[in-house]
């Protein structure tokens, strides 16, 4: 569009971008620090905790620090974890973990099984209670810079372009958001935040960055399958000793169970699915048996951001800050980011009055930061992750002897070797994947999941799902890879469609499906997929996720 446009301004004194448990606690913190201080919220969802997926066993720690009384609300915290079971899964067997040996991190009393979407509508309550104005439907879709090259505050999308980027009749140009200081929290892989960080240079002597993706479903389950307060983690089959990942099963109320999958991205076969195994894991005798005449009522699925201690950005810059999951605040063998993510958004909060109010200088969140439980916890997970390069139970080995026996003080820091688009190795040096017809019973396709999701965009507008070369994809990524994002995509995004003759491939994107996983920028091997914000409230429709 024309840089010319022009566009209405409205000035706060903090611009936050993303109403998730970091961007909402920092808003929450600050009006209960300084009431006077305006804040506003942008949130690209349709309404608060439309985006929001998660497993999730949720530790109260960072919200009895922000809401000391929350229990005495009516806040979505009910079902407190009663037991736990990890287990090793072969293909048609289960071998059970005593918990008594799981290393602490790893243990889940006290806490609840929840959904962070409800929490974070909760949340959202609070926080206009307080005096925040949130703008739920707006995506921040730019970052705008002072003359000295700080952060000046966001630019919202503009509404109403068509595909081929002109102006409908409904056209409404964005907004410019000015912000004294300007913090995001966009989630995982935030599109804004990436930019950041490559322009301020935050990752500067970082391990690269690594992410995995998670399934998750919610299944309304036969009574006698369902035992409310249970906690169940597994590794092993589907996936070969290679390949990191594992699931969950937790049984919340009236019924229902949320179940689910993490695949690190970092895998190598371009012909690996991860939706396909996710599928695959429920067809074990020991899941199905949990599942059968149950139903599935919802589907989701979304990118993690696993690097920790090692791969953590400098998070802040001048007039910004970077903080939850869009910096990788994440506690990776506590399979946890929530409370962390607000633990950093609490921290933000604070050092934003000073900034205000003392002019202390906004470095000094670093020092904040490192100072805090939430830090502490990364660094005494940080050699976890690295450990899986060995294989699944080497890793569980060593993970027991740092967790356990060192409580995460060994005297080293394994770092990450790869990026994630790093890792595939080309089609002709791996064995084709196989997966089993789904049954519409316990295993689905692709479309029938997405439907769950609610996703919307309208069709006419741009895609946001951009190739920086748009030959790319036929002319290397599908002869050297078997073009991966057929499969990498949870929501069938992405195709290769040939004619009747199976020549003249054509690579065809379904933006309108997208959910916002954020996945195909993470793993696209030559790094040619650009994910930026659609039109505000595109997207999934998550409800209790």
Known sequence: MNNDTQRESMEYDVVIVGAGPAGLSTAIKIKKINPDISVCILEKSAEIGAHILSGNVFETRALDELIPNWQETNAPIKTKVSKEKFLFLSKNSSLSWPTWLLPSVQKNHNNYIISLANLCRWLGEQAENLGVEIFPGFA???????DDGSVQGVQTGDMGIDKDGNKKDNYEPGINLIGKVTVFAEGCRGHLGKELIRKFNL?????PQQYGIGFKEIWEVNPKNHDEGLVMHTVGWPLDNNTYGGSFCYHAENNQIFIGYVIGLDYSNPFLSPYDEFQKFKTHPKIK????????????ARALIEGGYQSLPKMYMPGALLIGCDAGTLNMPKIKGSHTAMKSGIIAAETINDFLIEKIELSSYEKRFTKSWAYKELFEARNVK???????IPAIIFSGIDQILFRGKLPFTLKHKHADHETLLPKSKVKKIEYPKYDNIITFDKTSSVYLTGTNHDDNQPVHLVLKDPDLPIKHTLEKFDEPAQRYCPAGVYEVQKDQNGSNPKFVINAQNCIHCKTCDIKEPSQNINWVTPEGSGGPNYANM
């Open 289 to 300: 048996a949990i599942l059968a005449k149950g139903k599935r009522i919802s589907y989701g």
């Open 203 to 207: 990752n500067k002597g970082k391990s």
């Open 386 to 392: 690295p450990s899986f390069r060995w294989g699944l």
């Open 140 to 146: 921040a879709s730019k970052v705008l810079y002072n």
